[in-house]
Nanobody
Framework: EVQLVESGGGLVQPGGSLRLSCVAS????????IGWFRQVPGKEREKISY????????YYEDSVKGRFTISSDNAVNTVYLHMTGLKPEDTAVYYC???????????????????WGKGTLVTVSS
């Protein structure tokens, strides 16, 4: 069964840090790019970042560049999103996503990420 399972969400104060994890199973980790979207209820999904675990190529949306870092541990099929300098506007459900690496290289994340996890809630509030 193909699965992306997120964890690590929670409540954090503004300026704080949080690390999200995404464990992938049921497909070849080496052939896929893994990334993150987020969504605030009532708003459009927003792409955040992705990584190609095979060559280490990364992408970051401008809204998180310099604050968020994506990484992978290929030995355990896990991708991490380390978030620092969190702001109230980062509050959202964060979804782990995956797409064929070749497709992700050529197409925007909105079209190329074909697998989705169930999400983990991040709340940034004092």
């Amino acid at each position: 069964e193909v699965q992306l399972v997120e964890s690590g969400g929670g409540l954090v104060q503004p300026g704080g840090s949080l690390r999200l994890s995404c464990v992938a199973s049921g497909f070849s980790f080496d052939d896929y790019a893994i990334g993150w979207f987020r969504q605030v209820p009532g708003k459009e999904r927003e792409k955040i970042s992705y990584i190609n675990p095979t060559d280490g190529h990364t992408y970051y949306e401008d809204s998180v560049k310099g604050r968020f870092t994506i990484s992978s541990d290929n030995a355990v099929n896990t991708v991490y999103l380390h978030m620092t300098g969190l702001k109230p506007e980062d509050t959202a459900v964060y979804y782990c996503v995956a797409g064929p690496a070749a497709l992700v290289r050529e197409s925007p994340m909105e079209y190329s990420m074909t697998l989705w996890g169930k999400g983990t809630l991040v709340t940034v509030s004092s």
